[in-house]
């Protein structure tokens, strides 16, 4: 029987990228987001690579269009056997510039999103005894200064995959978390933050990354199949959280010089 899988944000980035990786070994797809013609896209590219599925648009912030979406998958793929919760979006700023609206904006989409994809996901995935890819960020993990509220969200999300790893073991259903570094992407289009010089320091570390979204793609792929949990993508970031592991005061001690300097470097030059 043909597998079936389900992501959100697939129309862009990661999300279009798992989807293709999963598409080349014949999956069935269900491929939502809240950009239409991203989607159509992506659906485009998965034929070409043989597979085949279906487009909803859906706001991960409305717990109403994630059951619609399940209950598709339940009409047209008669269930589903994966889900990655993948959608996303990116925002920075120190603490005392953030407004309680960019708090509530990153939770509502972030953390909150994975939350409702999970609950309206899970009686089918109880039925098909499946997987759920949880996409958070080293970020969880890390903690880098100017990004509290991001933080604070991907730390959720792992806390909710280790929540479930736990209480869906009985149920037979397995749980991933990813948590990629910055990578070649377009989550600069959805970034909301104080200061235009924030954006172009996350700009500047997205694009000095040496890793694609493809990339990152296959080793979920590969950790997925291998059954482990906690997925980091990057060397850098394996290396970063034995760090942390081993010794956090030093990493935070790096952190906190690191904030000095992206705040001396967001201050405009005194002439």
């Known amino acids: ?17 798992i989807a293709l990786r999963w598409a080349r070994e014949g999956w069935q797809l269900a491929l939502a987001d809240v950009n239409e013609a991203g989607l159509k896209e992506t659906l485009a590219l998965v034929r070409e690579a043989g597979a085949d599925g279906f487009v909803q648009r859906c706001d991960v912030r409305d717990y109403s269009q ?7 998958c339940e009409e047209k793929l008669g269930g589903i056997d994966v889900i990655v919760n993948n959608a996303g979006v990116a925002s920075g700023g120190f603490f005392a510039e953030l407004s309680l609206e960019d708090w509530d904006w990153q939770i509502a989409i972030n953390l909150m999103g994975v939350v409702k994809g999970c609950k309206a996901f899970l009686p089918l995935l109880e039925r098909s005894k499946g997987k759920i890819i949880n996409i958070a960020s080293m970020a969880a993990l890390m903690q880098g200064p100017a990004m509290s509220n991001y933080n604070v969200a991907k730390a959720g999300v792992l806390a909710l995959s ?3 790893l736990i209480e869906l073991r009985q149920q037979e259903v397995a749980v991933h978390v990813v948590c990629p570094s910055f990578f070649q992407t377009n989550l600069l289009d959805s970034f909301r933050g104080p200061t235009p010089a924030m954006k172009a320091q996350v700009g500047k570390l997205l694009e000095s990354s040496p890793i694609s979204a493809a990339d990152i793609a296959d080793y979920i792929h590969q950790q997925v199949a291998a059954g482990e949990f906690l997925i980091l993508p990057h060397e850098q970031g ?15 001690d790096e952190m906190a010089s690191m904030a000095e300097k992206m705040r001396a470097k967001a201050r405009p030059s005194q002439a």
């Open 1 to 17: 029987m043909q597998k079936r899988m389900m992501i959100t944000g697939a129309g862009s980035g990661l999300g279009r990228e």
């Open 66 to 72: 994630l059951t619609a979406l399940a209950q598709a």
């Open 162 to 164: 280790e929540s479930l």
């Open 238 to 252: 394996r290396e970063a959280w034995n760090l942390k592991q081993r010794n956090p005061q030093m990493l935070y």
